[in-house]
């Protein structure tokens, strides 16, 4: 049973054009989301962050929304770059709960073109 | 600040052959995470530690994965035997204390098993 799920497996995006992945979850526990952004034969690199107190997280271009009623967060990337091509993955913690690892969904792989 | 190390990055074994992976966290991070990315999926937690003890390994294929975390600082992840549906990436991560539940990744380490 997937907690965190992802059901865009990919997204086409002109460059400059605004570029949106989303995110649902099932746990209620979950009080923390993270985005992480992955390149081919690395390691996932962390992205931007957000806590349930929270409903927006903004860094340069990056802006995450969260939506607790919903239990859906998105991640809105403006303007979109072709550097900004990646497998980009949506992640969830209880930070209360012991064990608080990181739950992953299956990521959404974001093409940018120029 | 160097950041999380793995080794090897890529291995190649037989079936019911046996492997390690090697991973130093960055310095001064308390909680070690292994995580296992199988190709179209989000990274799944294997085992986490705080410090040099378990705190969750209840998604450790036991049978024939092991991970010990001596002295509470490098990590070593073993698979014996290894099956075919061992091939994935294996990620190290870590995280310091009051973070927020961000974590940092290695590169990986890339099993492929034939």
């Known amino acids: 049973d997937q907690q965190v799920k992802q059901n865009s497996p990919s997204l086409s995006v002109q460059e400059g054009r605004i570029s949106i992945l989303n995110c649902d979850y099932t746990n209620s526990m979950f009080d923390y989301f993270l985005w992480y952004k992955k390149y081919p034969a690395e390691g996932p690199t962390f992205l931007i962050s957000i806590s349930s107190i929270k409903d927006k997280n903004e860094d340069g271009r990056f802006t995450v929304f969260l939506n607790k009623s919903a239990k859906h967060l998105s991640l809105h990337i403006v303007p979109s770059q072709p550097g900004d091509s990646a497998v980009y993955f949506c992640a969830a913690s209880a930070l209360n709960q012991a064990g608080t690892a990181l739950i992953f969904g299956k990521g959404t792989t974001l093409s940018v073109s120029s | 600040e160097a950041g999380v190390a793995q080794s090897p990055r890529y291995k190649i074994i037989e079936k019911r052959q046996s492997v390690a992976f090697w991973c130093n966290p960055i310095?001064?991070?308390?909680?070690l995470y292994w995580y296992q990315q199988i190709l179209g999926q989000g990274p799944k937690l294997l085992i986490q530690f705080q410090n040099n003890g378990v705190v969750d390994d209840s998604q450790l294929p036991k049978d024939r994965f092991s991970a010990e975390r001596l002295k509470g600082v490098d990590s070593t992840l073993k698979i014996q035997p290894a099956k075919l549906e061992d091939s994935a990436v294996y990620l190290c991560?870590?995280?310091?204390?009051?973070?927020?539940?961000?974590?940092?990744f290695g590169e990986g380490s890339w099993l492929t098993v034939v």
């Open positions: 310095s001064g991070h308390a909680t």
């Open positions: 991560a870590s995280s310091p204390r009051g973070s927020g539940n961000t974590i940092y």
